[in-house]
C-alpha cells in the first residue's frame, strides 16, 4: 500500500506545477510508471542532477550551472544593452527568438501592493548598480503588459530618470499577455518596434 501512496504522493505533487491540474498530472504520472525504464528513471535521475546543480546568475538572474551565466559572461554581449524581464521564463522566450543580443536583468517579478512586493523585493536595486558598472546605454523594459508588468515599468523608468535610454517592446504584444506564451515573430517584431518609454 506504501507503493501506491508514493504514487498519489507524486500525482499531488506534479499537480501543483504550472499548467497541470489534478487530472493532467495523474495521467501524466500514470504515463511515466508505465514508460518507467524510458521515462520514470532517468527524469528522476536528470531531476537530482539539476537539484544538485541548478543556480541562479549572481548578475542578472537567469538559471544555469554557474555563478555567472553564459549570457553575462560572453562579451559580445557587453553593448550596452540591457532588456529588463519579470522572470525567467521570459529571458529565455527573448532568447528563443534570437533578435536581442545584449544582457538581460531578471525582476523576479512584479511590483505589487496587494502581495506586499516592492523594489527591494525585486532586483530593482541591482538593476541600478548594473547600468552605472557595464556602461548601460539603453534600457528595455519587456515586461509583460499586465497592470503589474506595466506599473513595475513605470516605476523603474520614473527611477532611472534621464540617466539612460529607455525604451519598451512596441504593443505588438497583446495587452495581458505574457512574452512565455508568444511566438518567436511576434517577439522579434516587438523588440525590432521598440520605442521610448
Known amino acids: 500500500m506504501s507503493g501506491a501512496k508514493d504514487i498519489h504522493d507524486l500525482i499531488d505533487l506534479m ?18 510508471v508505465r514508460k518507467k525504464n524510458y521515462l520514470l528513471a532517468p527524469l528522476a ?25 553564459d ?3 560572453s562579451e559580445k554581449r557587453a553593448n550596452g544593452e540591457i532588456c529588463v524581464v519579470e522572470d525567467v521564463a521570459d529571458l529565455w522566450a527573448m532568447e528563443r527568438a534570437g ?8 525582476l523576479g517579478g512584479t511590483l505589487s501592493a496587494l502581495d506586499a512586493i516592492g523594489p527591494d523585493e525585486l532586483r530593482i536595486p541591482k538593476l541600478r548598480d548594473r547600468i552605472a558598472s557595464e556602461s548601460i ?3 528595455i523594459l519587456a515586461l509583460n503588459t499586465t497592470i503589474d508588468g506595466q506599473t513595475t515599468a513605470h516605476y523603474i523608468a520614473d527611477e532611472l530618470g534621464s540617466d539612460v535610454n529607455i ?12 512574452l512565455d506564451y508568444l511566438d518567436d515573430g511576434t517577439i522579434s517584431a516587438a523588440l525590432r518596434a521598440r520605442k521610448a518609454f
Open 167 to 178: 525604451t519598451t517592446l512596441a504593443k505588438g504584444v497583446p495587452i495581458g499577455g505574457e
Open 71 to 73: 549570457i553575462c559572461d
Open 15 to 32: 499537480a501543483k506545477l504550472p499548467g497541470l491540474g489534478p487530472r493532467s498530472a495523474r495521467r501524466t504520472v500514470l504515463h511515466m
Open 99 to 106: 533578435v536581442f543580443h545584449g544582457r538581460y536583468h531578471v
Open 137 to 139: 546605454s539603453e534600457v
Open 45 to 69: 535521475d536528470l531531476m537530482q542532477q539539476v537539484a544538485a546543480s541548478a543556480r541562479e546568475c549572481l548578475n542578472c538572474g537567469n538559471i544555469g550551472t554557474t555563478d555567472i551565466c
